[in-house]
Nanobody, 125 residues
Framework: QVQLVGSGGGLVQAGGSLRLSCAAS????????MGWFRQAPGKEREIVGA????????QYADSVKARFAISRDNAENTVYLQMNSLKPEDTAVYYC??????????????????WGRGSQVTVSA
């Protein structure tokens, strides 16, 4: 089992940057594909992106491509979401998630078994 603790959310002006972190406890962190999701008020949870077990492969939603970057440090059991050029429409609660099976290309939230509590990101205009 994996426990995920997210951190790094906050308030930022449009055009600014934030980095979210997600620390995992438990064994075999490097065997989990990690994903980032977000949920804005009144909207469904959506995939932001995902990273493979080794970190060699990443995939992003079109809405964040070229602005966001996911990385991981398997030695530190941590995955990161670097968010640049933030827009008001990026305002949401951001969640990290882990799955022991499947690839980054399967973006369904239902494939992820473990979830962090979420971090609020608010981008002001």
């Amino acid at each position: 089992q994996v426990q995920l603790v997210g951190s790094g959310g906050g308030l930022v002006q449009a055009g600014g940057s934030l980095r979210l972190s997600c620390a995992a406890s438990g064994r075999s962190f490097n065997s989990y594909t990690m994903g980032w999701f977000r949920q804005a008020p009144g909207k469904e949870r959506e995939i932001v992106g995902a990273i493979s077990t080794s970190g060699a492969v990443t995939q992003y939603a079109d809405s964040v491509k070229a602005r966001f970057a996911i990385s991981r440090d398997n030695a530190e059991n941590t995955v990161y979401l670097q968010m640049n050029s933030l827009k008001p429409e990026d305002t949401a609660v951001y969640y990290c998630a882990a799955k022991p099976y499947g690839t980054v290309s399967d973006t369904s939230a239902g494939t992820y078994l473990y979830w962090g509590r979420g971090s609020q990101v608010t981008v002001s205009a």
